[in-house]
């Protein structure tokens, strides 16, 4: 079984900012993948950016990067940069060996404050 | 790339009405096909997931139900709504390229009054 836990219901950052969101995953597959999706208050379901657990490199896309610590099952998002435009909600969600299934945490609201 | 459709985009039913909310996939074929809800300000809860035409798996017990007619179509249905089954409906098909994440579709947000 997979699982994913994101501790942080709310986050606030000043704009151009950095800011990490943390998410630790469970699951006893050897190999699985972790994804990011953003939520804006459209709704939509916006894919970040993946990472997958036997990569040597941890994942970057412009400006999002995953902080990937396989020992300590964590692979935070850090935004660089932030921008207004980056206040949604994050999901961390993971996929199992042989699974089509994602499994999501419950997000965390990240606010950019001007 | 693949599309999905998914409507009506609000819907605004009473208590004890029915609901149908129609998902369609382009670009695609026989695409695993799921049906998520989202409470307010909550994350997202696998209600079902199909692999195939006649085939849905439940994950959560509740008064609602699935349906895959055919190959790019998902249904979700009820035959009397609760006030807990107001939420936010996201219908997902698994991407054809990697990493084989989901495509979701724009979302009915549901209100039951």
């Known amino acids: 079984a997979q699982k994913i836990t994101q501790t942080q219901p709310g986050m606030f950052v000043q704009e151009k900012e950095a800011v990490t969101l943390d998410c630790t995953y469970d699951?006893?597959?050897?190999?699985?993948?972790l994804f990011w999706y953003k939520q804006p208050s459209s709704g939509e379901m916006i894919f970040l950016i993946y990472?997958?657990?036997?990569?040597?490199q941890n994942a970057t896309e412009g400006r999002y990067s995953l902080n990937f610590q396989k020992a300590r099952k964590s692979a935070n998002l850090v935004i660089s940069a932030s921008q207004l435009g980056d206040s949604a909600m994050y999901f961390c969600?993971?996929?199992?060996?042989?699974?089509?299934?994602?499994?999501f945490g419950t997000g965390t609201r990240l606010t950019v404050i001007p | 790339s693949q599309t999905i459709h998914q409507w009506p985009a609000t819907l605004v039913q009473p208590v004890g009405s029915p609901l149908s909310l129609e998902c369609t996939v382009e670009?695609?074929?026989?695409?695993?096909l799921y049906w998520y809800r989202q409470a307010a300000g909550r994350g997202l809860q696998l209600l079902f997931y199909?692999?195939?035409?006649?085939?849905i798996s439940s994950e959560v017990p509740q008064n609602l139900s699935a349906s895959r007619p055919q190959d790019r179509q998902f249904i979700l249905s009820s035959k009397k709504l609760l006030l807990s089954d107001s939420g936010f409906y996201l219908c997902?098909?698994?991407?054809?390229?990697?990493?084989?994440?989901?495509?979701f579709g724009s979302g009915t947000r549901l209100t039951v009054v």
């Open positions: 997902a098909c698994v991407t054809g390229s990697f990493p084989y994440g989901y495509t």
């Open positions: 699951t006893s597959d050897p190999s699985y993948g």
């Open positions: 969600a993971i996929r199992g060996t042989g699974a089509n299934n994602l499994f």
């Open positions: 990472q997958g657990s036997y990569d040597q």
């Open positions: 199909s692999v195939g035409i006649g085939q």
């Open positions: 670009g695609t074929s026989n695409p695993n």
